[in-house]
């Protein structure tokens, strides 16, 4: 019959839970550490100040307007919150509690003393291994004058038992040593006695298994490993299966696909983002009170927006009128829109609704970019992307595609409304011109708007050009690189005049470049490693927008006579300030193709679109030809011909041959060879006889 031992000690228990928290603890904390976007903002902060004391400059951070400062406080405070009162979502405080508990339950297990130890009679009677059967009579001798309980007197914490039971354990090691028949037992069995009994661990203590409260026991593992497991199980799993690989919605996807045409204009983005808020917020539970300001802001919208906050509103409408779903879309909206027209929100819980919104539409807009690029449709492909801008400086995109777009642009700059930056705009036409307007008038907000324009995101395009490696032209189906060489450069700023640097200088900086420029286009990264990365860390100029924002760029290539899109965007960041004595005053990025089967001369538009800043996109006219294989050289038709030619007796000639293409036969190559032979022997015919002229002369 089994012998049943309990852990009243905690012990075997604490072992289980280690185990348990730790499958459930490493996980959670790998996912939560990997879905930080970018680098840690510690690391990047480590190394933007490795940089300013390398080159001597200070530390800004971006944008030091007075509004961007107050905004990133604000920022900071909502999400580490104070000292008192710290930010911590549900997820941060389980795993601090378990770690905690992970920590405690480990300390206490490393500090347990263990009662199942290995019996070994020379660590009973003091030995050492190897003692002869004399010694060992001698020296149980010596202990049993010491430890015989007729010798000891009980003091402290040994009692009678105690003291006989050691006596005991003494006197079976010493038999185990030198009786054959128990020295068998210990040597077959491990004790002295022989086989024992099975000894069961339950890594529980016995009052909580047995009694009563073994139903309370069996209860928790059924629920916990019969229901909670399964369902934590089926929860990530379906969970995963309703989200995209973008990250959105399942459904929003769908509604995405269904709503974008390829007319759609700004107008229409905004109403696909509005379907989305039925399924990525679908427990948006509006009180009275919020109503009430959601009406009143709605009546606003639609007095500034006018005609565009209809048309919207149109495209939201389901087919139950006005139900739950119309209700989220429309709370969305609501708040989208009045922070696109600066409108202020006054209760706290919309004001944190407002900001969740905001921060998820760029999660979004990507996912629409996606369908729009996998269409190759232009038009909301652009629109897409101007509608990060407008939503990051909180500017109502009515004059998108108009000439009046440049009147809206000055409102991005501190302090200065809407209405406000069109008549400035009646005076001046560049940013560098309003500030010295400001400074005319002894405004105040001159000095800020000074701060704002030094960080301001102006791009800049150095040179776009395509290559491809290893040809010196672009044959059909080739793979093209478009290598595009970018920098900011504060509005304002005047290009450096060329110097006379001699003319071994000049020679040096070119084989610097086109060194540079081989390496780049030979490595797998798409962008180019730089030392001096200036712009690591610092963030734009976005006083409205509710989270510290980078700038960045997308770069796509596109057909105007079309209006589709060549080539999928691709999404720049880090560009570095412009620095007129650095040797390569620019960043070079690059964006693989595949080049058009038929040969001809394309002519593209390459954009530049920012995602920060408004009206400040970069377009050029680009044009590539495409030449027919003729046009190579001697060496380079050889070098083609051996590289797409195989062998017929090869896998990939077979394959060629099947395919109706030239393979390299093997006729062809002993025919190689018998010349190659012939060409021999008639050069050994004619040094022999060149010999024999020589002997006979």
């Avoid at 996980?27 to 001597?56: D, E």
């Avoid at 309703?242 to 990250?247: I, L, V």
């Avoid at 015919?685 to 010999?691: C, F, I, L, V």
Wanted: hydrophobic share 40%; with cysteine.
């Amino acid at each position: 019959m089994a012998n049943y031992n309990y852990d009243e000690g905690g012990h075997m228990a604490a072992y289980f839970i280690i185990s348990f928290l730790a499958l459930i603890l490493v996980p959670l904390t790998v996912s939560s550490l990997s879905k930080s976007s970018g680098k840690p903002i510690v690391l990047v902060r480590v190394r933007m100040l490795a940089h300013c004391l390398r080159t001597g400059r200070k530390i800004t951070g971006g944008c030091r307007c007075k509004s961007c400062l107050e905004q990133r406080a604000r920022i900071s405070k909502r999400e580490r919150g104070s000292l008192l009162n710290p930010k911590l979502s549900r997820k941060t405080i389980f795993l601090i509690l378990g770690w905690s508990l992970f920590a405690y339950l480990s300390f206490k297990v490393g500090n347990a003393k263990l009662d199942n130890k290995i019996y070994d009679p020379f660590e009973i009677l003091g030995i050492k291994r190897g003692t002869t059967e004399k010694e060992i009579k001698s020296h149980f001798k010596k202990l049993s004058r010491k430890f015989h309980p007729d010798k000891v007197k009980p003091s402290g914490n040994d009692t009678i038992e105690t003291i006989a039971n050691h006596f005991v354990d003494l006197t079976k090691a010493y038999k185990s040593l030198t009786d054959a028949t128990i020295r068998q037992n210990w040597e077959l069995y491990g004790h002295p006695d022989g086989r024992q009994e099975m000894s069961m661990g339950i890594a529980l203590p016995k009052w909580i298994v047995e009694g009563k409260n073994n139903v309370y026991v069996l209860g928790f593992y059924a629920l916990a490993i019969g229901l909670g497991l399964p369902l934590l199980v089926g929860r990530w799993w379906f969970g995963s299966r309703q989200r995209t690989k973008d990250g959105v919605n399942a459904k929003s996807a769908a509604a995405f696909f269904k709503t974008l045409k390829e007319e759609s204009a700004m107008a229409d983005v905004v109403g696909s983002l509005g379907k989305a808020y039925e399924y990525e917020n679908p427990s948006a539970i509006t009180s009275a009170a919020e109503r009430e300001e959601l009406n009143a802001l709605e009546k606003e919208v639609a007095l500034l927006a006018d005609k565009k906050w209809t048309d919207v509103k149109k495209l939201i409408e389901t087919d139950d009128g006005k139900g739950p779903a119309f209700e989220t879309r429309w709370k969305a909206l609501v708040l989208i829109y009045a922070h696109l027209l600066r409108l202020p929100v006054k209760a706290p819980s919309l004001q944190q609704y407002q900001t969740r919104v905001l921060l998820q539409t760029p999660l979004l807009l990507n996912a629409l970019l996606q369908i729009a690029t996998a269409r190759n449709w232009l038009r909301p492909t652009i629109a897409v992307m101007r509608l990060h801008a407008f939503l990051a400086q909180a500017i109502f995109p009515a004059f998108t595609h108009n000439d009046n777009v440049k009147r809206v642009k000055f409102a991005q700059l501190t302090d200065i409304k809407e209405a406000e930056a069109v008549s400035i705009s009646l005076e001046v036409t560049k940013l560098e011109e309003l500030v010295s307007t400001l400074e005319k008038k002894g405004d105040p907000r001159a000095a800020d708007a000074k701060k704002v324009i030094e960080k301001w995101g102006r791009l800049e395009l150095v040179d776009a050009a395509f290559q491809v490696i290893g040809e010196r032209i672009v044959t059909p189906g080739s793979i093209v690189f478009l290598v595009v060489k970018l920098r900011v450069s504060p509005p304002g700023s005047q290009p450096s005049e060329e110097k006379d640097l001699g003319v071994d200088e000049t020679k040096r900086l070119i084989k610097l470049n086109e060194d540079k420029d081989n390496e780049f286009l030979l490595s797998r990264s798409n962008v180019e490693e730089r030392p001096d990365e200036d712009s690591l860390g610092e963030y734009a100029h976005t006083p409205l927008w509710p989270g510290n924002r980078k700038p960045s760029w997308w770069v796509v290539i596109a057909d105007d006579k079309t209006s589709r899109v060549v080539v999928p965007p691709m999404k720049v960041t880090d560009v570095p300030y412009s620095q007129v004595d650095s040797d390569r005053n620019f960043r070079s990025y690059k964006m693989q193709f595949q080049a058009p089967q038929s040969v001809g001369l394309f002519t593209w538009k390459l954009y530049i679109v920012s995602d920060t800043f408004v009206d400040e996109e970069v377009t050029k006219s680009i044009t590539l030809k495409i030449e027919d294989v003729s046009a190579l050289n001697a060496d380079e038709k050889e070098s083609e011909d051996d590289i797409s030619d195989p062998d017929e007796d090869t896998l990939a000639g077979q394959m060629a041959a099947m395919r109706g293409h030239k393979v390299k036969k093997r006729g062809d190559e002993e025919e190689d060879e018998d010349d190659s032979d012939d060409e021999s022997g008639t050069d050994d015919d004619e040094k022999n006889a060149d010999s024999s002229d020589s002997d006979s002369d």
